[in-house]
């Protein structure tokens, strides 16, 4: 229960971490996850708990998921303040919450996955890239991607630039080599924690990966499209609008590789 | 206390109106207040509760008022769905929270306030107009206003057009007539209570208003600049950056207007 004056309800003031608890009941990416977290915190000017106070909310969610499964964490302002206002010393509500393991499956993420283009632009954001509770875009497109029958959507700028799926960050391979969009550079959408691990493996191995923004007609030149959270992994995408893409081996070879992080 | 599995928490997924309620207990703006709930509830599709449950809420808060005041209610999409998706049938909450009367002093209300320009854009919006939950762009704005000592803060769109203050419509008055921002047009922020009954009054006794978009540069040229919302009233605006205005009869006269709602 929270309490019904908690400025997370009243404004969407606070930040969210979505954790992928491994068989072992580890958290594989947990330091990016509190990174992220931290970043928000940080942009939002939200006092971050301590080390220990989210290790001691992270322990208490893995104990009661005794498995695999989400620990979905949630940091907030706390109360107070003027209307808008925040309070000048705010003591922040930290809530943690479990859930099952979505299931995809194998056809979906061996073949790759149904995709639509959304009606709504994702327009530009004031924390942009940070994960915070300000969603209302996403539970609209989402719910066209219900609608229209849809597996993900993907979300574009005003000026019909591919950003992100409403809960994946988005990839594509091109000739000159891997591409994401650039989301600092549009202002808009969340870099998720997926997002930024592969970032780091590609760019490690010395693999050419760029991050810029393009027009949505330049996907039709892609080799292969897909789509990364830090619960599903890696999944393709197999046809999007008009245009559809096999699945290579490159991708399924990313997809082993982040799945073998879960299966300690 | 709310569950804190609520979709207002988790996505902002809901709206609310912040309601004066009278020396006699009323709420001179209720129909208004509740017409503007129910266009919220039909963009965001989220079932609205019958009017018994409405006027229930709102009497359990004049109640626990017992005199002048405010009544906060916020009304969300409730549990469930899966992620952003919302639920097939959703269940709303609808809370209420009552709160004092904010104090303007005569002086403010007299002779105006002292107001700067935001530095951050506001953006378009999904639900552009609503009240819905997801006020960062104004949490983010109305935190600058206290750091730089100012009373208020002028939103400008990504143009630099002047849209509304982080808690308030604005007007202004020019030789040509009445001017308020288009926020339709501009696919941004909230079209307040106040503003809507003030629009009404003026153009019921034959006055000329406009409503569209001008640059910030034209606020210049106004003979007189103000703010609304319905806590509030009417609030000259007497100094924005380095532009000063007096407060002429015409304005007062809307502002002893306006509290008469509220004197009964």
Redesign the interface.
């Known amino acids: 229960?929270?309490?019904?004056?908690?400025?997370?309800?009243?404004?969407?003031?606070?930040l969210?971490e979505t954790m992928r608890v491994a068989a072992d009941g580890t958290i594989p990416l947990q330091a990016l996850h509190l990174q992220r977290l931290g970043r928000g915190a940080r942009a939002?000017?939200i006092p971050l708990p301590n080390q220990a106070q989210l290790q001691q909310a992270l322990n208490q969610a893995t104990s009661s998921l005794a498995g695999p499964g989400l620990i979905k964490l949630?940091l907030?302002r706390g109360t107070g303040g003027?209307?808008?206002?925040?309070p000048a010393s705010a003591t922040p509500s930290l809530?943690w919450?479990t859930a099952d393991l979505?299931a995809w499956s194998d056809n979906d993420r061996c073949y790759g996955i149904e995709m639509g283009v959304c009606s709504?632009?994702l327009?530009?954001?004031?924390?942009a890239g940070q994960k915070?509770?300000?969603?209302?875009?996403?539970?609209?497109?989402?719910?066209e991607?219900?609608r229209q029958g849809w597996q993900e959507g993907l979300m574009l700028s005003?000026r019909r630039q591919p950003l992100e799926a409403?809960?994946m960050n988005l990839f594509a391979r091109f000739k000159t080599g891997w591409w994401t969009p650039d989301l600092a550079l549009a202002n808009a959408g969340v870099a998720g924690v997926m997002r930024e691990w592969l970032l780091t493996q590609l760019r490690s191995r010395g693999e050419s990966v760029h991050c810029d923004l393009r027009p949505l007609s330049q996907l039709r030149d892609a080799e292969t499209v897909f789509l990364t959270n830090s619960v599903v992994g890696v999944l393709p995408v197999r046809k999007l609008a008009q245009w559809r893409w096999g699945v290579p081996d490159t991708v399924l070879a990313l997809q082993a590789e982040v799945d073998s992080l879960f299966d300690a």
Chains 1, 2 share one sequence.
Do not use: C, E, K, W
């Open positions: 229960m929270l309490d019904s004056r908690d400025r997370g309800l009243a404004y969407g003031d606070g969210f939002l000017a949630i907030t003027r209307g808008y206002l925040p809530l919450q979505p709504q632009p327009f530009p954001d004031p924390f915070h509770l300000n969603r209302l875009a996403q539970v609209q497109s989402r719910a991607v219900a005003a409403t809960a």
